[in-house]
């Protein structure tokens, strides 16, 4: 099969049936980047596990650096003190039946 030629400059950087510690593996993935936009990269990591046992199940959470993109907004409702209270805690909208009202319509 032919490739081109970003891929065969690309591919004389990497050794076959090498195994590379994850700082090495960033510098290669990074020098080894030629599109014109934002690459990803894939991993595989095998962990030696059993899923079918509750005691090994592995789970885990990731945060993105950027979020989802959708912005995050609060309404409380409430009245009185606790109302003034949610206000400067920094909540985006604060009200009572009138907020309720404002929802249902």
């Known amino acids: 099969m032919k490739h081109g030629k ?3 400059e690309s591919a004389k950087l990497i050794e076959n049936g090498k195994f590379y510690d994850v700082e090495e593996a960033v510098e290669v993935a990074v020098k080894t980047a030629s599109a014109k936009f934002d690459e990803t990269v894939e991993i595989h990591v ?3 596990v059993d899923s079918r046992h509750a005691d090994q199940q592995v789970r885990g959470a990731v945060v ?3 979020g989802t993109g ?3 907004r609060t309404l409380v409702l409430a009245k009185g003190d606790k109302a003034d209270a949610a206000t400067a805690a920094g909540a985006d909208y604060v009200g009572a039946e009138d907020m309720v009202a404002k929802i249902q319509n």
């Open 70 to 72: 959708k912005t995050v």
């Open 6 to 8: 970003k891929y065969n």
């Open 46 to 48: 095998r962990l030696g």
């Open 64 to 66: 993105l650096p950027n």
